[in-house]
């Protein structure tokens, strides 16, 4: 299989990423200035604060499911905040969230749900 490498015509500022083995790299665009991985690599637990421009951002550490159990705290919702609107981006999430989570969100104007076609 031949491996075809695209990259976009302008370089991202900001990039966000999970560490799942079908869908990520750590091979990121030099020219980012920002990469925001969704778990910590040293096995603890995420954590972004991030204000750039006229965004704020910040994660809500997740749990992520594998071909091998579950990986706690192993992905991020993440969450923008611009001007007077807030998006998150579930990212890879395959659990429901807990009181805690849902009180680190905080008010949510606008939700991303990915969708891949994979139950619970």
């Known amino acids: 299989m031949r491996r075809i490498t695209l990259r976009a015509p302008v ?3 900001i990039v966000m ?3 799942h ?3 990520y790299s750590d091979s990121v665009e030099p020219r ?3 990469i925001l991985r969704g778990w910590d690599p040293g096995g603890g637990v995420a954590s972004h604060r991030l ?4 965004v704020r951002i910040h994660n809500v550490a997740t749990n992520v499911r594998e071909f091998g159990g579950t990986r706690y705290n192993g992905t991020s919702i993440f969450v923008f905040e611009i001007a007077d609107l807030c ?3 579930l990212g890879h999430l395959h659990h429901t969230l807990t009181q805690s989570h849902l009180a ?3 008010a ?3 939700v991303r749900v990915p969708v891949d076609g994979v139950g619970r």
């Open 21 to 23: 083995p079908t869908h």
């Open 32 to 34: 980012v200035k920002y």
């Open 11 to 13: 370089t991202p500022d």
């Open 17 to 19: 990423n999970n560490a």
């Open 108 to 110: 949510i104007d606008v």
């Open 104 to 106: 680190d969100l905080g």
């Open 51 to 54: 204000e750039y421009r006229d």
């Open 87 to 89: 998006i998150a981006h």
